[in-house]
């Protein structure tokens, strides 16, 4: 039997209702509130209310009130949700959009205030009413030229077609296709980290497929010149001022939703079906968190993360159970899915990624690299492994070969490591600057989980790449490639040394990656996988990709 209860009251600052599972009626509901997909506070449901006494809800006590620990912030609109904590069930009313007002100064209230009071009449209350909210439009559409660098006529317009993208009956031809609006955290950045390739190579993918793409980043937040580039239409501030208010302006315009990772799942699923119920809504994940937290709570021992993965786990099955088509890009990560969700469509779907061999001979490169994005805490941990115990093994065996360490949001903890022989370089604007001065690349993650971009970019390079299970795992190497795969770090140590001072091992080696790389993350393969998840036709010619190519 479902969850019964209702959310009374909600506001920038407290939420309040109550909750009651009739199947353990004399039980109380432990409670997980939530604010644009955050959980923001942990409350039970045990308080007397008379009213449900009445009612004949259990013994009465069934309510709950949350004061929230911080503030909302003030002038945005939030989605706030009430779940169970055991499962994710959401409490009846979910999610509630509450608007937060600014503070302003006392004697501008004082002053407004008087401004009202003179009013003699209804009529001339009316008026003064009119006039401030006409004065408040021009303020809002003056700062937003300003803010944007648009002429008053080029704001107007831009406005319009905003206003009118995805709606029906648009008469020209871009206009005529259907709209599918996508949903990530923020603005993509190709030199940033492997999810930002996965989301720019599914827009491409459904811009093949006949759509007309929408991007909203949750922050609203960014220049999306990069996007609009390639004709995607970007909605962020000044325009919307968050995805609530677009998914609302926007009412039944998409014929399809992809929400990217389970922050957006979590927190937009609900108003997407709401605001968008023709939608057809795919919930991709960049990985399964819980997969990756579950697997660093065992190499740490941490019985805390194992606990809090098995949360994370309720919420992307809950999120998975609730859209029309998941997309992952491990096959590991889709047979965990598929048996907990049988009868839901579960597609692997790979990322373009373009063969871009380096130019330079293998004379002219030396040492080892690791590529990553930092702010990813398996990453971390991987290079202070590479710089540390395997590095000491590969000295042992050759103490000519240097170390590199580059990528984005690199702490400086890692920075502090730079010596003779561990060049940091810290986040790099093209990363063929990166792979023409390394003769191979080392990927060994101890955690995580999917599919590691690091291992595609490298072999894409031609550049061979050394790699634990982990760091390999859903990649289905061929026997050229998965002979470097490695879990202890004498025989990681080997690999590398053979592959740097080898030069036709290391030339028949990347040779093998290229070819993985052309087969594996092609555009056929990418465009076969998103028209399943969206359920259309792909491009003319395009079979769909078979069981070696759906687990890419």
């Avoid at 002219?364 to 398996?378: T, Y």
């Avoid at 395997?390 to 730079?418: F, N, Q």
Wanted: with cysteine; aromatic share 6%.
């Amino acid at each position: 039997m479902a969850l019964r209860g209702s959310i009374d009251f909600v506001s920038g600052t407290a939420v309040d209702g109550w909750a009651w599972d009739p199947e353990q009626p004399d039980t109380p509901v432990s409670l997980l509130v939530l604010a644009n997909g955050a959980v923001v506070g942990r409350c039970l449901a045990n308080r007397l209310r008379r009213d449900l006494e009445a009612a004949g809800i259990g013994d009465g006590k069934h309510a709950f009130s949350l004061q929230f620990h911080k503030h909302l912030p003030g002038g945005e609109r939030h989605s706030i949700e009430v779940r169970r904590e055991d499962d994710g069930a959401v409490v009846p009313g979910s999610p509630k959009i509450v608007e937060t007002p600014l503070s302003f100064d006392q004697t501008v209230v004082d002053e407004l205030s008087r401004i009202f009071a003179a009013a003699e009449t209804d009529d001339d209350f009316d008026r003064r009413m009119a006039f401030l909210a006409e004065q408040t439009e021009k303020l809002k559409n003056a700062f937003n030229r300003k803010r944007s660098g648009l002429t008053e006529r080029e704001a107007r317009q831009r406005l319009q077609w905003q206003d009118a993208a995805g709606a029906p009956g648009r008469k020209n031809a871009r206009e005529a296709r259907p709209a599918a609006l996508v949903i990530d955290d923020r603005l993509p950045d190709m030199n940033r980290d492997a999810g930002s390739k996965a989301i720019v190579s599914h827009m491409e993918s459904l811009q093949r497929l006949g759509f007309d793409v929408h991007f909203a980043p949750a922050d609203m937040v960014g220049d999306p010149g990069a996007l609009e580039a390639f004709g995607v239409t970007c909605h962020a501030r000044p325009w919307v001022n968050s995805v609530e208010e677009l998914l609302e302006r926007q009412r039944g315009a998409y014929r399809l939703v992809y929400l990217h990772r389970l922050s957006n799942a979590s927190c937009y699923m609900p108003l997407t079906r709401k605001f968008q119920p023709r939608a057809r809504v795919i919930y991709s994940l960049a990985d399964l968190h819980s997969l990756r937290l579950a697997r660093e709570a065992a190499v740490e021992k941490r019985d805390d993360l194992a606990r809090h993965s098995e949360w994370l786990k309720r919420q992307e099955f809950w999120c998975a159970a609730q859209a029309d088509a998941v997309v992952t890009h491990s096959p590991v990560e889709k047979d965990l899915l598929q048996r907990n969700l049988p009868a839901k469509t579960i597609v692997v779907a790979p990322w373009r990624v373009a063969p871009d061999p380096t130019a330079a001979r293998f004379s002219e490169r030396n040492g080892i690299g690791f590529l990553a994005h930092f702010a990813h805490k398996p990453n971390v941990d991987a290079a202070r492994l590479l710089v540390g115990p395997i590095m000491k093994a590969v000295w042992a065996k050759d103490p000519t070969i240097a170390c590199t360490l580059a990528g984005s949001e690199m702490p400086e903890s890692l920075r502090e490591l730079a010596g003779e022989k561990i060049h940091v370089l810290g986040a790099v604007g093209e990363l063929g600057e990166f792979f023409d001065r390394v003769r191979l690349t080392v990927a060994p993650l101890a955690f995580g989980a999917g599919i590691k971009g690091k291992v595609l970019d490298s072999f894409a390079a031609g550049a061979p790449c050394v790699c634990t299970p982990v760091a390999a795992e859903g990649l289905l190497l061929p026997p050229a490639l998965a002979r470097f795969v490695h879990a202890k770090i004498t025989d990681m140590a080997e690999a590398i040394v053979a592959l740097h001072n080898d030069e036709k091992l290391h030339r028949e080696t990347a040779a093998a990656g290229l070819d993985f790389i052309r087969d594996y993350a092609s555009e056929a393969k990418v465009d076969a996988a998103l028209a399943q998840a969206a359920d259309v036709s792909p491009p003319q010619g395009e079979e769909l990709a078979g069981e070696r190519s759906a687990s890419a």
